[in-house]
C-alpha cells in the first residue's frame, strides 16, 4: 500500500496561510504539481499515492471516479488562488504526475492546465510537463496534449529488457517508449524526457547498456536514471523476502551509475542533478528544480505536496477523502510544518548539493565546513568551485552523495 503521510499540525479549513509565507513572495518562482492517483495497475516496485480500480471499488464511490477527477482538482487550483489573495506571480511550470496521468482523456489534463492559467496565469515560457505511460498515449492523444498548451512530457520507460520489465510488473512493451519520443515530436513537443530505472533485481550491465543504448537512440533531450529503490509494503519487497528474486547491492548500483555517466557523457548529455541529464540547458526540467532550490509550489491532489515561504502541507491521500473535502468547501490538507531556519537551511544543504553548481559553503555550519574540507581533499568535491565559495560534487562525490550530506549538515 502506498506510504504514510507525516504527522504535523492541523491545516485550517480554509487553508489559509500565516502572513509570513508570502513575504518576499515575488523574489520566489511559483510552480504547480497536479496529481492523478489512478493506474492500471501497480508496479510491483511502487509505493507512491496511487490506486488501481480494484483498490478504489467500494471505497469511495463517485467521489473516487476518476471520471469527474478533473472538476475535483480544478476545485483545488480554485482554493489556491483563494488562499494566494492578492499573490500577482504567474506560474512559470506545471507538472502532472502520478500515478498515470494519459489514463485520463486528454481534455481532462487540458481542463486542469486551463484553470491554473485561468487563476494565476502561465509565464511566457511556462514549462508545462506530464508524465505518461508509454502504452496509454498514441499520436492523436499527443497531438491533443500539445494542443492543450503541453510542451513537455515524461516517458516511462525504466528498461529496454523484457525481463526487467516484468520484474518491475511494468505493463508496456519494449520498443514502445522510443516510438513514443517520435510521436511527441511528431506531435510539436519540444523537450522529451526517458525515465530508466537500473538495479533491478536480474538486470545485468548489460542489459543496463541495451537500455542506455535504446533510449539515446530515441533521441530524448533529457533522460533521468534512478537507483531501485525497494520500499518496505510493496510487492517487489514481498518477493525479495521471499527469495523469489535477489537483492542488489550497493556496489552494483555505484557501477551502473558510472555506466551511464559513461554513456550519457559520450552522447552529448549533460548531469545537471544526480539522477538527471540533459542535452541543453533549456532541456533541463524546471519544474524540479523549483523543488531542488526551495521555491515555492502548489501541489493540487489526494497526497500532494505543497511548499510556499517556508510552510509545507500535505493532503489527504485517498481520492475519495480529497474529493469530500473540496465538496464541503475546505481544504484538503491533511496537515502541515512550519520550517524552522535551520530546518530550511539543512534542506537547501540537502537539495543543493545533488545539484551540478553545489550549494554555497556560507551555508554550512563550522563541523560541515571542516567536512567539507575533507571531502576536496578526499576528491568528493570539485576544488574550483570550493574556492569559489560552493561544495560541489565530483563524479566520486555522486555516488557517495548520501554520505557526503551527512557530514556536510552537521
Known sequence: MPSALPDGEAVPEDGSLPASALHGASDRPLGFYLHVPYCASRCGYCDFNTYTATELRGSGGVLASRDNY?????????????????DARQVESVFVGGGTPTLLPAADLGRMLAAVREEFG??????????????????????????????????????????????????HTPGRPEACVAEARAAGFEHVNLDLIYGTPGESDDDW??????????????????ALIVEEGTGLARRIRRGEVPMTDDDVHADRYLIAEQALSAAGYHWYEVSNWATTERG??????????????WGAGPGAHSHVGGVRWWNVKHPGAYAAALARGHSPGAGRELLSAEDRRVERILLELRLVAGCPLELL?????????????SGLLRAPEYEAGYAALT????????????????
Open 70 to 86: 478533473a472538476g475535483t482538482l480544478v476545485e483545488e487550483v480554485r482554493l489556491a488562488r483563494t488562499v494566494l489573495g492578492g
Open 122 to 171: 502561465l509565464s511566457r515560457d511556462a514549462e508545462i510537463t506530464t508524465e505518461a505511460n508509454p502504452e496509454s498515449v498514441d499520436p492523436r492523444y499527443l497531438a491533443e496534449l500539445r494542443e492543450a498548451g503541453f510542451n513537455r512530457i515524461s516517458f516511462g520507460m525504466q528498461s529496454a529488457r523484457e525481463h526487467v520489465l516484468r520484474v518491475l510488473d511494468r505493463g
Open 209 to 226: 547498456r541495451a537500455s542506455l543504448d535504446a533510449a539515446l537512440g530515441a533521441g530524448p533531450d533529457h533522460i533521468s536514471a534512478y
Open 284 to 297: 533541463r526540467c524546471r519544474h524540479n528544480e523549483l523543488y531542488w532550490t526551495g521555491a515555492d509550489w
Open 365 to 377: 555550519a563550522p563541523a560541515g565546513a571542516r567536512a567539507a574540507r575533507e571531502a576536496v581533499a
Open 395 to 410: 563524479l566520486r562525490g555522486r555516488l557517495l552523495a548520501d554520505a557526503v550530506v551527512r557530514d556536510l549538515v552537521d
